[in-house]
Structure formats: C-alpha cells, structure tokens
C-alpha cells in the first residue's frame, strides 16, 4: 500500500506565515485606498457620513459569489464586514444610536450591521432612537421592526409614521434567549425580567420549568439583567452578549420556543440608498373607507408584477376606526416596475409615504 506524503508541520508554518504577511500587506493596501476615497469625497464637497449602505451590499454580495471555500459566505462576509467596518473608521468615524443599554440584541444587529468598528451609543427607548438621529447626534439608528414569532413592533411603525428619516438597511438577528442568573437551580428562582417580546418567545418553556415565578417586563433584555446582578432570587431572559456584558451565569441556554425565532431589524437615517438589484421598498398608506377600497390599493403592484411581501395596519390616530397599512414590496422604487406601480398607487389612496428602498439584509 502506497504511503500518503505528509507535509510537515514547519513547513505548513511556514507557509501560513508567508500568506499572513501577504493578507496583512493587502489589508493595509485596502485601508490606503479607503483614505483615498475619503478625501476624494471631500473634495467634491460630500460631507456627513461617508457609509453607503448600497456600496456595502454589493461588496458582500460580490465576496458571496467569488467566495469558492472552505470558508462558508457567512464566514467570508462577516470577516469583510469588520474590515470594511474599520476602513469606513479612518474615514471618518461613525456613531449609532440603538435600543439600551449595553448587551441587547439591538446592539448586537448593529454590530452585525455596521462591525465593530463604530461607536456605538445606547438609548433609553425606540424614540430616543429617531430623535438621536433626527437630531444630529447620531448619523444612524438601528431599531427592531418585526419578531419572526410575536410578529411586528407597533412602537417602531408608530415612530416611522412621524418621522422625516429613511429606512437605508435591515438586518436580521437569530434571537437565542438565554435564562441569566445567579441562582445554583430552577427552585431559587421567583422573579423572572425580561422585554416584554422575550418573555412571549419563551412562554411555553416558563410555562413547564417556572410555573409560579413573578414575570416583570422590563424596557430591554439587557436592563433585565442589570436588575438581575444584585438579586440571588431573580433571573433574566437575554442573550450572551448580556451574560458577558454584567458578569452573569447562564443556568438555561436557548429556552426560546421556536428554535429559528428571528427579529429583523432596521437601519434609519438621512441616506438614501440606490439600487443594488436586491432590494426592498417600505411604505405606509391609507385609503378611504370604501368597498373594495383595499384590492384597488394593491391591485397596482400585480398589474407591474410586484411582488409583496407583508402587509400590517395600524391605527393611524387621525380617528376613529381609521387606519394606515405599512406595506413592504421586493424592489428599489427607481426600478421601472415598482416606480410604474407607485405612480398608479398614488391615485389610489388618500395618503402616501414612501419610507425607504435599502438593500436587503445579506446575511
């Protein structure tokens, strides 16, 4: 039987060396063109954030395609998603204002969203998020719009109802909830503090392990476990990064009820971003109320062929029984189709607003 030739250790190290140094040579290279670009903006007079979430789509979509392996595309987009992250830092540094405090799952999407990279600056609610943003402080927001289980977030719907900024991004978060306390066993535990939406994504498990403890939402997972250090007794529902974060033992991992409980969330702010050939467009509309008022509000976008994908109404406290629906359809509203079946809409309704085309969330 022939013998399989085995390369050594020192050489294979050898070897790894060598592309170390190419690929920190080739990231530098990348950062000078980044500083570049920058003062190229510059000149032509661009100011405010140098960030296009359309340019940055498309640079992960493009690694997606030429990635050949062993590296998954998650690995590969995530790696250039921190370097981009820097290089977008000597550019000119980015401040994001998201749902506080430190160690919630807003946070980590923004982090997902963004790298780690930018400053990151923790509010005290949803609002507080728009008004960072429409107030200058941040050039950014991130807010969750929609839980894969529990469905849509009406206080975020409510505050894009109001405001002038654009939805430029969304991403998406897998939501792993975890049961932090400093209780040894279940038995200890009397009190449980979660948000209000962790505590129903993990109703059936509180249900079968902790029957008769005290459930108290509180405005984040991550406040929950600020409450939660000082009280043997108390346990909260949150995610790792809160564990880390406050120095709490994780006694249950992954007690969420439904195992691919996701929460989409969005990027709001003053850019506009372009096409990319994978998009998404978000807006909000009210029609009067008529019969078949609501199928000539959506017959335009089967006439154009598109597609859409949800449909929510909320009340739109102009009145009684009035409302407005929040609808999301697939495509940019420069595309030909979409911009064909938004200038139909138009006609149609009583009130329109288009709160944003972005790409949608890549990975």
Known sequence: MPSIAITPLAELREKIDAVDAQ?????????????????????QGESGSFYRPDRESLVLRR???????????????????????????????????????EGTFSQQATFKHFGHAVKTIPVASIRAVFNAVENGSCAFGVVPIENSTEGVISHTLDCLLTSTLQICGEVEIRVQQNLLTHAKNLNEITDIYSHAQSLAQ????????????????VSSNAEAARLVVTNPNAAAIA???????????????????????????????????????????????????????????????ATAGVGMLSIESRPSRQGLWDYV??????????????????????TKVSMFKRLGSYPQAVF
């Not at 950062?31 to 670009?37: D, L, N, P, W």
């Open 23 to 43: 690929i920190l040579q080739l990231i530098n290279q990348r950062a000078c063109y980044a500083e570049e670009v920058a003062k190229t903006k510059l000149a």
């Open 63 to 101: 690694i997606q395609d030429l990635n050949t392996g062993p590296l998954s595309n998650e690995t590969a987009m995530r790696f250039f998603r921190e370097l981009m992250s820097a290089c977008l830092a000597l550019e000119k540094p980015l401040d994001v204002a998201f749902l506080g405090p």
């Open 202 to 217: 993990c109703r059936h498990w509180l249900e079968a392990n902790l029957p008769n403890a005290n459930q108290t939402a």
């Open 239 to 301: 995610g790792i990064i809160a564990a880390e974060i406050y120095a709490l033992p994780i006694l249950n991992t992954n007690i969420e009820d439904d195992t691919n409980n996701t929460t989409r969330f969005i990027i709001i702010g003053e850019q506009i971003a372009m096409p990319t050939g994978h998009d998404k467009t978000t807006l909000v509309v009210s029609t009067n109320n008529q019969a078949g008022a609501l199928y000539r509000m959506l017959e335009p976008f």
């Open 325 to 346: 629906f929040f609808i999301d359809i697939i495509g940019h509203s420069d595309d030909e189709n979409v911009a064909k079946a938004l200038t139909e809409l138009k």
